[in-house]
């Protein structure tokens, strides 16, 4: 069993920065894959980034891809998403995830993640 716990959302204005943290619990943190997912309101939860269990591998949404960054600290059990040039239509839940993996792989779908965090706001005003 894994637990997941966020932490680092607020409120900001478009153009700020957030950085997300996800301390896991767990002696095995680096098998591992670690994903960041969000929900908008009236949405679908959707894909942010994912980091593998080494921290060398790393995939994003189109919609992210250049102004977030997802990190890694497996010395801490603590993964990181740094939400750079925020957007009002970045406003959402977000949510860690994890899944026992052993690879370099990066999986995008949620139903794939096994463990999941409760979730930490982020709001971007315009």
């Known amino acids: 069993q894994v637990q997941l716990v966020e932490s680092g959302g607020g409120l900001v204005q478009a153009g700020g920065s957030l950085r997300l943290s996800c301390a896991a619990s767990?002696?095995?943190?680096?098998?591992?894959?670690m994903g960041w997912f969000r929900r908008a309101p009236g949405k679908e939860r959707e894909f942010v980034a994912a980091?593998?269990?080494?921290?060398?591998?790393?995939g994003y949404a189109d919609s992210v891809k250049g102004r977030f960054t997802v990190s890694r600290d497996n010395a801490k059990n603590t993964i990181y998403l740094h939400l750079n040039s925020l957007k009002p239509e970045d406003t959402a839940v977000y949510y860690c995830?994890?899944?026992?993996?052993?690879?370099?792989?990066?999986?995008?779908?949620?139903?794939?993640?096994?463990?999941w965090g409760q979730g930490t706001q982020v709001t971007v005003s315009s």
């Open positions: 767990g002696r095995t943190f680096r098998s591992y894959l």
């Open positions: 995830a994890a899944k026992m993996y052993v690879g370099e792989a990066v999986i995008r779908i949620d139903r794939a993640y096994d463990y």
């Open positions: 980091i593998s269990g080494s921290g060398g591998n790393t």
